[in-house]
Nanobody, 116 residues
């Protein structure tokens, strides 16, 4: 089992920045890909950014150039640096990890609110 705990969400004005963290515990050695997702009420959860164990990254078009995903396997931590935030970035942000058996794990989510 893998446990994921997000932190770093909050209220920020448009144009501001936030840095989300995701701390992993448990069978961390089995983790392969990780990613950040977000969800707003009434909509499907969407991929924001992902990062492989080899640190290849992928971003949704809506955040490309503004957000940066990173991870430190030695610290069992993943981050999402969010700059130039927009009101449409307001959502509940979830940390996700997939292990070598393709099991998917989720954190409890951290709320990001961007005011205009």
């Amino acid at each position: 089992q893998v446990r994921l705990v997000e932190s770093g969400g909050g209220l920020v004005q448009a144009g501001g920045s936030l840095r989300l963290s995701c701390a992993a515990s448990g069978r961390v050695s089995a983790i392969n890909d990780m990613g950040w997702y977000r969800q707003v009420p009434g909509k499907q959860r969407e991929l924001v950014a992902s990062i492989t164990s080899g640190r290849w990254t992928n971003y949704s078009d809506s955040v490309k150039g503004r957000f940066t995903i990173s991870r430190d396997n030695a610290k069992n931590t993943m981050w999402l640096q969010m700059n130039s935030l927009k009101p449409e970035d307001t959502a509940l942000y979830y940390c996700n990890a997939n292990d070598e058996s393709f099991r998917s794990y989720w954190g409890q989510g951290t709320q990001v609110i961007v005011s205009s």
